[in-house]
């Protein structure tokens, strides 16, 4: 699985960091995500589907290989 | 279960059909959107497109690629206009119907409109990009209503060169929703960007050349946008047994009958988390609540309690809130300095923390907030130690 960005669509939710936090971040300053981690582990494919879904920007799009 | 049918083609629709794939379920799944438009995003309608700053392709919540891989019978441009539930069948405009073993139903709210001729709503693509078209500099708006999507609109018509006018009925805009104090603080920033917010002015009807008032005045504009909120779209359900009621009322499993559930702005639900019927018209809802509805239509029998959840960008100023702030009791700043326009404010019902509202706010420090609701804090467990930690 590959996690790609759209970072000008993100309006700083953080839903995905609260779902996936392995994942993704948030900046301290505007609460833009930050992905830190684009190849994740397996066994957290699941909670970054669930932080895709819930993006309220649909700014993460998943590659699934 | 083999034939699932979702009704309504935005978020919480879409968000459903994905969720039933992603779970597993390999039947036929029929998804139905009054648009032509393949499913796309609204928050933004009232921000980047009526703005100019992005094109509607933008707004697609899915590529081609990805819908095609959910296997849908993908049915736009179709209006739903009965549901038998006897028969299980979703009855469509064109005289055809559809069958079901398992319904959800997405058909989200349609605004409200006023009495007359030419005024703007803004609730789909289409209408942002006709309403777009025709401001500019020097073009006169009146914004009738000034809640949250008229306080946007306002703004950015005024970075379009509009003269803009924002009329409200009640004495303090947003004052249901934030309380008076934050819906002042709120309302302020129109006036410094030029915008001549009149409040306790209700506007009767749309006319030639503007809108009259009720005590009969003309505001002049050369538009007029409505933004007085909107209604549930369950006309389509009358007959069908369901309980409607300001929205489809459901269970707190978002249940609204044995093998029938709604989702996103049409469903009224029980949340056990604060222990309230509410009906939430939030963009991160629709996802959620389609997410649940669906898994619980398979058969999770999860409760869905959320942290209801949303934002508003206004001039420079961003606004999260969480929480279900109408009904509070009390409204405390805990962080942060009003005057900075930078500030934290709790909201407190009976012994309970209900809601957090921040505007500036670094995001870390409202994330904590959220938390402390979700996990259904006293107010004196978490305000009386300042910050929860």
């Known amino acids: 699985m590959k996690v790609e960005f759209d970072e000008p669509k993100c309006v700083a939710a953080g839903q995905c960091a609260m779902v996936a936090p392995d994942v993704f971040d948030q900046r301290d300053d505007d609460g833009v995500a930050i992905v830190l981690d684009a190849t994740p582990d397996p066994s957290l494919h699941d909670e970054v589907r669930e932080a895709a879904a819930v993006c309220p920007?649909?700014?993460?799009?998943l590659v699934e290989q | 279960?083999?034939?699932?049918?979702?009704?309504?083609?935005?978020?919480?629709?879409?968000?459903?059909?994905?969720?039933?794939?992603?779970?597993?379920?390999?039947?036929?799944?029929?998804?139905?959107?009054?648009?032509?438009?393949?499913?796309y995003d609204?928050?933004?309608?009232?921000?980047?497109?009526?703005?100019?700053?992005?094109?509607?392709?933008?707004?697609?919540?899915?590529?081609?690629?990805?819908?095609?891989?959910?296997?849908?019978?993908?049915?736009?441009?179709?209006?739903?206009?009965?549901?038998?539930?006897?028969?299980?069948?979703?009855?469509?405009?064109?005289?055809?119907?559809i069958g079901y073993d398992g319904l959800i139903v997405a058909?989200?709210?349609?605004?409200?409109?006023?009495?007359?001729?030419?005024?703007?709503?803004?609730?789909?693509?289409?209408?942002?990009?006709?309403?777009?078209?025709?401001?500019?500099?020097?073009?006169?708006?009146?914004?009738?209503?000034?809640?949250?999507?008229?306080?946007?609109?306002?703004?950015?018509?005024?970075?379009l060169g509009c003269e803009v006018v924002l009329l409200e009925p009640a004495p303090v805009p947003l004052a249901h929703a934030v309380g008076d104090r934050i819906g002042r603080i709120l309302s302020q920033v129109h006036g410094e960007h030029g915008v001549d917010l009149r409040t306790g002015v209700a506007v009767t009807a749309v006319t030639d050349g503007?809108?009259?008032?009720?005590?009969?005045?003309?505001?002049?504009?050369?538009?007029?946008?409505?933004?007085?909120?909107?209604?549930?779209?369950?006309?389509?359900?009358?007959?069908?047994?369901?309980?409607?009621?300001?929205?489809?009322?459901?269970?707190?499993?978002?249940?609204?009958a044995p093998g029938v559930y709604a989702?996103?702005?049409?469903?009224?639900?029980?949340?056990?988390?604060?222990?309230e019927e509410m009906r939430i018209e939030h963009r991160t809802n629709a996802a959620e609540q389609g997410m649940a509805a669906a898994r619980n239509l398979l058969g999770a029998a999860r409760p869905f309690a959320p942290v209801p959840y949303f934002w508003s960008d206004q001039y420079d100023l961003k606004i999260h809130a969480y929480g279900h702030l109408r009904g509070h009791d009390l409204v405390t700043i805990?962080?942060?300095?009003?005057?900075?326009?930078?500030?934290?404010?709790?909201?407190?019902?009976?012994?309970?923390?209900?809601?957090?509202?921040?505007?500036?706010?670094?995001?870390?420090?409202?994330?904590?907030?959220?938390?402390?609701?979700?996990?259904?804090a006293s107010w004196s467990s978490v305000v009386s130690e300042g910050v929860p930690s």
């Open chain 1, 57 to 61: 920007a649909a700014a993460i799009r």
């Open chain 2, 1 to 39: 279960m083999n034939r699932i049918v979702v009704v309504g083609a935005s978020a919480a629709g879409l968000a459903a059909a994905e969720t039933l794939r992603r779970e597993g379920y390999d039947g036929t799944l029929t998804l139905i959107g009054e648009e032509l438009d393949a499913p």
């Open chain 2, 42 to 97: 609204r928050p933004p309608l009232s921000k980047q497109i009526l703005a100019g700053d992005w094109e509607a392709s933008k707004l697609a919540l899915r590529t081609a690629d990805q819908l095609s891989a959910l296997r849908l019978e993908l049915r736009l441009g179709a209006v739903a206009t009965g549901l038998d539930r006897e028969a299980r069948l979703v009855h469509l405009a064109d005289g055809g119907s």
């Open chain 2, 107 to 159: 058909t989200g709210v349609r605004a409200r409109r006023l009495p007359g001729q030419g005024g703007h709503v803004l609730r789909t693509l289409h209408d942002a990009v006709e309403l777009r078209k025709r401001l500019g500099p020097g073009r006169r708006l009146a914004v009738v209503g000034a809640g949250f999507l008229g306080a946007e609109a306002a703004a950015i018509a005024r970075g």
């Open chain 2, 210 to 256: 503007g809108v009259l008032t009720a005590d009969g005045a003309l505001v002049e504009a050369d538009e007029v946008l409505v933004a007085i909120g909107s209604r549930p779209n369950t006309e389509w359900l009358e007959g069908s047994g369901l309980t409607v009621g300001d929205g489809v009322v459901c269970d707190e499993f978002c249940r609204a």
């Open chain 2, 263 to 275: 989702a996103g702005d049409v469903a009224r639900w029980h949340n056990p988390l604060f222990g």
């Open chain 2, 334 to 376: 805990v962080a942060g300095d009003v005057a900075e326009r930078r500030f934290l404010a709790a909201y407190r019902k009976g012994d309970r923390l209900v809601g957090a509202l921040a505007v500036g706010m670094p995001p870390k420090a409202i994330r904590s907030w959220r938390q402390a609701m979700a996990m259904g």
